[in-house]
């Protein structure tokens, strides 16, 4: 969103560069834990003695019940996380072992079914993009698409509010933002090279590729497992390591998602390169799932 806000800044006329820059110092908090209760809707849940990821964990229970998707599917999302961060120097899991299934399913419940490793890992951290009009900058990598949109906060919300067919298994505001960017930027999901998403915990993940059209409802933690989102896949999925390997400082991760996306446009990204990308889109969440963004970003012929 605050990329976004640059872009309009940019559009209006009224300013040529633009800095966008994202922080979190988390290690300020009395706990992970404490933090995580100012995300909840705080008339009902919080009340009621639930946390941020104790909503997210029944949105990941939800998932397994209405598709019938295996525990080990939703777990693989940690796994290819972590191959990728083990691989980007600034991430938090940098040169750490593989993560196995198993190390992922034995790690220990944090709030079940979510387990230690299928979390984000909260952190320091902070992040900046510069932006200026194309005819600026010939070459570099252009934002062809950019969009947000925002829903009921409230788990129990979700149910009856449009659009969401009664279910708290569908990323609204992701699916909505994603329409807009992609109608910008010309293009349809089948165009995606790289992908960047907000797993703020795995099942999150999957949500979040569903909503973008990547996968059908009900089939992104099983491609995952299958290996589409690897960097040999289909469409290679959160490069940077995502939340659970390169690192969730919140207020830092929407400008994350953008800096790894023009990394891999440039071509830039070492050992978790993707192979001559053209159209990277990447998407970030506030809340328990009540708002997203989405950015389409477009390699230029000839570009750096």
Same mark, same amino acid.
């Not at 008339?43 to 990941?60: K, R, Y």
């Given at each position: 969103m605050a990329v976004q806000a640059g872009i309009r800044m940019i559009q209006s006329g009224a300013h040529r560069c633009v800095l966008v820059a994202?922080?979190?110092?988390?290690?300020?908090?009395?706990?992970? +834990?404490?933090?995580?209760?100012?995300?909840?809707?705080? #008339?009902?849940?919080?009340?009621?003695?639930? %946390?941020?990821?104790?909503? !997210?964990?029944?949105?990941?229970a939800r998932y397994l019940q209405v598709h019938g998707v295996p525990e080990d599917a939703v777990a693989a999302f940690a796994v290819a996380d972590r191959w990728y961060a083990r691989r980007n120097p600034v991430a938090v899991d940098a040169g750490r072992p593989e993560l196995t299934t198993a190390d992922v399913l034995g790690s220990g419940w944090v709030s079940k079914?979510?387990?230690?490793?299928?979390?984000?890992?909260?952190?320091d951290g902070s992040s900046a993009v510069v932006l200026v009009a194309a005819e600026d900058a010939p070459g570099a990598p252009v934002?062809?698409?950019?969009?947000?949109?925002?829903?009921?906060?409230?788990?129990?919300?979700?149910?009856?509010f449009p659009g969401y067919d009664g279910d708290i298994v569908r990323a609204l505001?992701?699916?909505?933002?994603?329409?807009? +960017?992609?109608?910008?930027?010309?293009?349809?999901?089948? #165009?995606?090279?790289?992908?960047?998403?907000? %797993?703020?915990?795995?099942? !999150?993940?999957?949500?979040?590729?569903?909503?973008?059209?990547?996968?059908?409802?009900?089939?992104?933690?099983?491609?995952?497992r299958a290996g589409e989102t690897a960097l040999d896949g289909r469409c290679p999925v959160n490069t940077d390591g995502g939340r659970i390997g390169l690192g969730h400082p919140t207020g830092t991760t929407g400008i994350n998602v953008v800096v790894e996306s023009v990394r891999q446009l440039r071509r830039e990204a070492g050992e978790r390169q993707v192979r001559d990308p053209e159209v990277a889109v990447c998407q970030s969440m506030g809340g328990n799932n009540a708002t997203s963004a989405v950015a389409v970003l477009r390699r230029e012929p000839g570009g750096a």
């Open positions: 994202g922080v979190e110092k988390q290690s300020d908090t009395t706990t992970t +834990a404490d933090s995580m209760l100012s995300y909840v809707d705080a #008339d009902f849940e919080a009340p009621a003695g639930f %946390d941020f990821v104790d909503t !997210m964990a029944l949105m990941h079914p979510i387990t230690r490793a299928a979390c984000g890992r909260a952190c934002i062809a698409g950019i969009a947000q949109a925002t829903g009921p906060n409230g788990l129990a919300a979700k149910f009856g505001p992701t699916a909505l933002a994603a329409e807009s +960017a992609y109608r910008q930027a010309g293009i349809d999901a089948q #165009d995606i090279d790289v992908a960047q998403v907000h %797993d703020c915990f795995s099942i !999150m993940g999957s949500l979040h590729l569903e909503a973008l059209g990547v996968f059908p409802a009900g089939k992104a933690a099983l491609a995952v």
